[in-house]
């Protein structure tokens, strides 16, 4: 499996951005798929998950915000992200879930500028 990530960029404070991600293989459709993020110096955290079947979770920190997405057709991911703060300034990774191993792409990073 092969995850790439692209969207990112610099965006100022309020503004909106969406992310992709693209799966190779088959077991796009079937698997739990994830955003995370890593700032500078800190952590990487979770963003949002979305089932198979499109049920989404959201960090607290995005709530109401961002929107995640998919489209099993086109093995593809998303990430609507609205009202944009500094602080969301992170590389973002895509995550394919599986109990075998998980599968990370090689990021994309999002500048929100104030």
């Known amino acids: 499996v092969r995850l790439v990530e692209s969207g990112g960029g610099l965006v100022q404070a309020g503004g909106s951005r969406r992310l992709s991600c693209v799966a190779s293989?088959?077991?796009?459709?079937?698997?739990?798929m994830g955003w995370h993020r890593q700032a500078p110096g800190k952590q990487r955290e979770l963003v949002a998950t979305?089932?198979?079947?499109?049920?989404?979770n959201y960090a607290d920190s995005v709530k109401g915000r961002f929107t995640i997405s998919r489209d099993n057709a086109k093995n593809t991911m998303y990430l609507q992200m609205n009202s944009l703060k500094p602080e969301d300034t992170a590389l973002y990774y895509c995550?394919?879930?599986?109990?075998?191993?998980?599968?990370w792409g090689q990021g994309t990073q999002v500048t929100v500028s104030s």
């Open positions: 995550k394919l879930y599986r109990r075998s191993g998980d599968y």
């Open positions: 979305i089932t198979g079947g499109g049920r989404p």
């Open positions: 293989g088959s077991i796009f459709s079937i698997s739990v």
